[in-house]
Every structure is written in structure tokens, then in C-alpha cells.
């Protein structure tokens, strides 16, 4: 099975601040790469596919980037709406996997 | 606009059987791919099972093989997931979504339906 080691688990920003999280995969999954955001009590909404492409609908604050094994997704400027939990998904195989999530919070 | 409802949650004891179902609107279910994924309480996702458009293919994660089956009903637009076996640690939220390319990324999710295995 693919892991995917995300980190931070947790990170600590405030509004108006520009925040990373990274995902590395244990082999290589292409551009095989999704990023979600979940608020307390909601499913999951997707933000990013493809490594790089923006999900119809979700700003342009939000983006993806990859090198190698290693993705990124960066918020800029957050916002009190941005702070929740991040996860990264590899789809390149089964069975999809996903990172064990980051919380963002508020500093 | 797509939407996605999940129902059939509820309390099951060890060893029982549920069968969750997923009512798909707003789009073309038959030509999509779909998902099952869970989320035991306070803890991360877990992709769950994936079915191909017209259900010739299906893939599990390998804790419920043999337990679970996925399956669909295109003319109902309905999917759904048969659980069998049940155990304390598939107590989960489990969410369907819409796979947004053939095998793809979840691009659409329910909102999920809870299921508790207790006795």
C-alpha cells in the first residue's frame, strides 16, 4: 500500500497569514494527488486534483504543487473560514490512501 | 447541483448486518464512478470501496474484503453498500461521493451517515 506522511499534524496561524502543508508519498503516484478541507461535523469538500488543479468553485488562495513524491498545498491569506482540517489522497492506486490530516488553527 | 444522501446508519451489535444506501441527484449517476469512504469518531478519512459506472468493477480496502460489498442501481440512481460482520472498528461516518474522473478524486461527498457497532 502507498503511504502518505502529511505534516504538520497540526499548525498554528493567524488570519491573514500564508500557511504549507505537505504530503509525501512512499512511491511514486504521479499526479495522482487530491486535497480536502473538513470542518467539525461536515464532510469533506474537495480543493485541489490532479496535484495542481483547482476544484470548480474553491478560490484561488487555495493551490497545489508537486516535486517528485512531495506535494504542497498552500493557502494565502487565511481566513477565519480557512482554519479547519486539511487532508491529502492518493488515488494512483489501490487502495487509495489518505494522509492523517493536518488541524489549522487559529493563533 | 449535485447532490448526495446517505441513509441507513444507525446501531448494529457485533456480528450483525447493515446496508447503507446513496441517493444520487444533479447528474448523470450512470456514466460516474462512486465511492464509499469512512471516518471513525475523531479520527482521519479512510477510503472504503470504489464501483465502475455500469458495476463491472469494484475494489476494496483490504479490513472489510469479504465483509462489505458495493453496489449500484442506475436506474434508481442509488448506490449502495451491503456491511456484514460487523465489528466495534468499523464504526464509522461513512460518506458517499462522486469520483470526479474514472477512478479518480472524490470531487462531490454526502454528508454521511453513522454507523455504530455496539452491544
Known amino acids: 500500500d502507498i503511504q502518505m506522511t502529511q505534516s504538520p499534524s497540526s499548525l498554528s496561524a493567524s488570519v491573514g497569514d500564508r500557511v504549507t502543508i505537505t504530503c509525501r508519498a512512499s512511491q511514486g503516484i504521479s499526479n495522482d494527488l487530491a486535497w480536502f478541507q473538513q470542518k467539525p461535523g461536515k464532510a469533506p469538500k474537495s480543493l485541489i486534483y490532479a496535484a495542481s488543479s483547482l476544484q470548480s468553485g474553491v478560490p484561488s488562495k487555495f493551490s497545489g504543487s508537486r516535486s517528485g513524491t512531495d506535494f504542497t498545498l498552500t493557502i494565502s491569506s487565511l481566513q477565519p473560514e480557512d482554519f479547519a482540517t486539511y487532508y491529502c489522497?492518493?488515488?494512483?492506486?489501490?487502495?487509495?490512501?489518505f494522509g492523517q490530516g493536518t488541524k489549522l488553527e487559529i493563533k | 447541483e449535485v447532490q448526495l444522501v446517505e441513509s441507513g446508519g444507525g446501531l448494529v451489535q457485533p456480528g450483525g448486518s447493515l446496508t447503507l444506501s446513496c441517493a444520487a441527484s444533479?447528474?448523470?449517476?450512470?456514466?460516474?464512478?462512486m465511492s464509499w469512504v469512512r471516518q471513525a469518531p475523531g479520527k482521519g478519512l479512510e477510503w472504503v470501496a470504489n464501483?465502475?459506472?455500469?458495476?463491472?468493477?469494484?475494489y476494496y480496502v483490504d479490513s472489510v474484503k469479504g465483509r462489505f460489498t458495493i453496489s449500484r442501481d442506475n436506474a434508481k440512481n442509488s448506490l449502495y453498500l451491503q456491511m456484514s460482520s460487523l465489528r466495534a472498528g468499523d464504526t464509522a461516518v461513512y460518506y458517499c461521493?462522486?469520483?470526479?474522473?474514472?477512478?479518480?478524486?472524490?470531487?462531490?461527498w454526502g454528508q454521511g451517515t453513522l454507523v455504530t457497532v455496539s452491544s
Open positions: 444533479g447528474f448523470t449517476f450512470s456514466t460516474y464512478w
Open positions: 461521493a462522486r469520483l470526479g474522473s474514472p477512478s479518480g478524486w472524490s470531487d462531490y
Open positions: 464501483i465502475k459506472p455500469d458495476g463491472s468493477e469494484k
Open positions: 489522497q492518493q488515488y494512483d492506486s489501490y487502495p487509495y490512501t
